[in-house]
């Protein structure tokens, strides 16, 4: 039986639309993750990589500095700085690969009413590649000027963190509702940027509302996901500690706690991704209420068929 179809190109009050990327989930989630898993599965075994080489360094370091042993700590360093760059690398290509599967995946459910094939995915970034690296060196030169302005708002008690978090929800709306304009319009990086930036600063208290919710309800569900792996990573901890077994050197304990830190990457990427969903939901409703081209091609059906 096909699925039922949820339309997004529809003018909501912001309740219905935090409760319309909810309903997609709900309808989606089981399509949209294992297509998502297909595309991010070099990522997966490249985090789980990182990961082990990152807990296996710092293991190594805490158990020599505990044993106050004189033996080299070349190799710890090694495998922390390794594994700590190959995870910057991989959490920095991975989120560009989702911003862009993300929006590919919302694009084409709204084009084919539901029916999200992979090959149409794919075959919509490569088409926007050039378009996707251009817009996301721009985005880099954003937050380093967002970084700056946060150490001088950083010293502004109270006022400079509500500032920080201002900005950060606006460059996130800006980055998405961006993203979204290339791929469902094929436009331009500065055409994107212009209509992002229109979207954004014209709707501004809702968009950046928006993003506050949807970022905690997101968070929400990462903990719900790393739960599991936090309350076995806390049991064994502690279990290990009244048994007085040595888990620094424990090559189970490594294999536990490298799991359970490459869970919690994965889970922050996810959320990441999800996040961009979301901004997916709140594109189609902010670009309705300008363009009216959904309304417009309802009633033209409808003289149609009079």
Do not use: C
Request: hydrophobic residues 50%; glycine residues 8%.
């Amino acid at each position: 039986m096909e699925k039922p179809y949820l339309e997004l190109r529809t003018r909501n009050t912001f309740g219905d639309i935090v409760n319309n990327y909810f309903q997609f989930l709900k309808l989606n989630f089981k399509h949209y993750t294992n297509l998502y898993l297909r595309y991010n599965a070099i990522s997966i075994i490249l985090t789980l990589i990182g990961s082990y080489l990152l807990v296996t360094g710092f293991m190594g370091l805490a158990s020599r500095d505990f044993r106050f042993g004189m033996e080299t700590s070349m190799d710890n360093d090694w495998y922390l700085i390794v594994g700590g760059l190959l995870l910057v690398v991989i959490l920095f290509v991975t989120a560009v690969l989702n911003y862009s599967f993300s929006s590919a995946y919302m694009t084409e459910y709204v084009k084919q009413e539901g029916n999200v094939k992979s090959a149409n995915i794919w075959s919509a970034i490569k088409k926007n590649s050039g378009t996707i690296i251009l817009f996301i060196l721009i985005g880099i030169a954003m937050y380093i000027g967002y970084f700056v302005v946060s150490l001088v708002l950083a010293f502004i008690p109270l006022l400079g963190m509500l500032a920080q978090y201002a900005i950060n929800f606006t460059l996130s709306a800006l980055f998405g509702l961006s993203f979204m304009s290339i791929f469902s319009t094929n436009k331009s990086v500065g055409e994107a940027l212009s209509e992002g930036w229109s979207f954004t600063f014209s709707n501004f208290i809702r968009v950046v509302f928006f993003g506050l919710v949807i970022g905690i309800l997101n968070l929400m569900l990462t903990f719900l996901i790393l739960s599991i792996p936090g309350f076995i990573i806390g049991f064994y901890t502690y279990f290990s500690l009244e048994s007085e077994v040595d888990f620094l050197t424990s090559n189970f304990a490594t294999i536990v706690f490298t799991l359970g830190f490459t869970m919690f990457v994965l889970a922050f990427i996810f959320s990441q991704a999800l996040s961009q969903v979301a901004y997916g939901v709140l594109f189609f409703n902010l670009h309705e209420e300008r363009y009216n081209t959904y309304l417009r091609e309802r009633i033209e059906q409808i003289g149609v068929n009079e």
